[in-house]
């Protein structure tokens, strides 16, 4: 996310450096608060406890990595982000507010090319990714790259879009328009027993999805629509026409059946037999 948008989102709220959806409580009228609360929900499906090392993947700006360090007592975390700005920017936060303390270092990289960061496999305990894993294409790039960095019976936790399997007839070619609109791939969106079935083909165990598409998209479309008149920005504003745009989209998304999820799983203690993909036959991706 731009550093222009993300300031006006925390415009009026808590300073913070987050830049995601953010999960939104009865009232909740506070940027950071809400994507914090987001992060927090993935951390605990994850079930992140003290001693943990953690992989946390697409991690923005830094304050995800703060939380898993301090608020859940991981022993070392690592952060991969693809942009160059934002690592920078983490390693300042970090740096700043991490006096005194080690454990946390960052990566420039992709979250389908994490086998590229030549990390150690079965290496971490916990791989999370907050909001980010819909940017993530193929998904299943993504996926075989936390599982072969997972320890057996380490956890994976990560948000995603999903579209229901049941719908109108006229919601495909609307969800894909919106999907374009917004840079992501339509035919990478899977209802939500689908991302629990891709998981456990792949071996991953006590496998949980669950759904927040009110709290998530609603909430953020209710808060985009509310700041945008408290700070005078309309779609039409050059810093404010991603964050209007998707506020404005996700309305008749969701009516086209568009949802939000967030999933978790266990790597099994034994690998399976056969892997149905094999991440060499993935295509490569930037």
């Given at each position: 996310?731009?550093?222009?948008?993300r300031a006006?989102?925390?415009?009026?709220?808590?300073?913070?450096?987050?830049?995601?959806l953010?999960?939104?409580?009865?009232g909740?009228?506070?940027?950071?608060?809400a994507?914090?609360?987001?992060?927090?929900a993935?951390?605990?499906a994850?079930a992140?406890?003290?001693?943990?090392?953690?992989?946390?993947?697409?991690c923005?700006a830094?304050d995800?990595?703060?939380l898993?360090r301090q608020?859940?007592?991981?022993?070392?975390?690592?952060?991969?982000?693809?942009?160059?700005?934002l690592v920078?920017?983490?390693?300042?936060?970090?740096?700043?507010?991490l006096?005194?303390?080690?454990?946390?270092?960052?990566?420039?990289?992709?979250?389908t090319?994490?086998?590229?960061?030549?990390?150690?496999?079965r290496?971490?305990?916990?791989?999370?990714?907050v909001?980010?894993?819909?940017?993530?294409?193929?998904?299943?790039?993504?996926?075989?790259?936390?599982?072969?960095?997972?320890?057996?019976?380490?956890?994976?936790?990560?948000?995603?879009?999903?579209?229901?399997?049941?719908?109108?007839?006229?919601?495909?070619?609307?969800?894909r328009?919106?999907?374009?609109?917004?840079?992501?791939?339509?035919?990478?969106?899977l209802?939500?027993?689908?991302?629990a079935?891709?998981?456990?083909?792949?071996?991953?165990?006590?496998?949980?999805?669950?759904?927040?598409?009110?709290?998530?998209?609603?909430?953020?479309?209710?808060?985009?629509?509310?700041?945008?008149?408290?700070?005078?920005?309309?779609?039409?504003?050059?810093?404010?026409?991603?964050?209007?745009?998707?506020?404005?989209?996700?309305?008749?998304c969701?009516?086209?059946g568009?949802?939000?999820?967030?999933?978790?799983?266990?790597r099994a203690?034994?690998?399976p037999?056969?892997?149905?993909?094999s991440?060499?036959?993935?295509p490569a991706?930037?």
């Amino acid at each position: 996310m731009p550093t222009a948008e993300r300031a006006l989102l925390h415009r009026g709220g808590r300073r913070g450096t987050w830049g995601s959806l953010g999960l939104w409580r009865d009232g909740e009228d506070d940027y950071a608060i809400a994507c914090e609360a987001l992060a927090l929900a993935v951390g605990r499906a994850a079930a992140v406890q003290r001693g943990d090392r953690v992989l946390s993947v697409a991690c923005g700006a830094g304050d995800e990595l703060l939380l898993w360090r301090q608020h859940f007592g991981a022993e070392a975390v690592l952060g991969v982000e693809q942009d160059p700005l934002l690592v920078r920017a983490a390693e300042e936060l970090c740096a700043a507010r991490l006096v005194g303390l080690v454990g946390v270092a960052l990566r420039e990289g992709s979250g389908t090319r994490l086998q590229a960061l030549g990390l150690a496999p079965r290496s971490f305990d916990r791989v999370l990714c907050v909001d980010a894993a819909y940017h993530l294409r193929p998904r299943a790039a993504f996926l075989h790259g936390a599982l072969a960095l997972l320890r057996p019976e380490g956890r994976l936790a990560y948000t995603d879009l999903c579209l229901d399997s049941l719908g109108p007839p006229w919601r495909a070619p609307l969800v894909r328009s919106a999907a374009r609109l917004c840079g992501l791939a339509a035919h990478e969106l899977l209802s939500p027993t689908e991302q629990a079935a891709r998981l456990q083909q792949l071996g991953f165990e006590d496998v949980q999805v669950q759904r927040l598409d009110e709290p998530v998209l609603g909430g953020f479309a209710r808060y985009v629509g509310q700041q945008g008149r408290r700070i005078s920005r309309t779609v039409w504003h050059p810093d404010w026409r991603r964050p209007g745009l998707t506020a404005r989209l996700i309305g008749p998304c969701r009516a086209a059946g568009l949802g939000y999820v967030l999933v978790a799983g266990t790597r099994a203690a034994t690998d399976p037999a056969v892997s149905p993909v094999s991440p060499a036959s993935l295509p490569a991706t930037s």
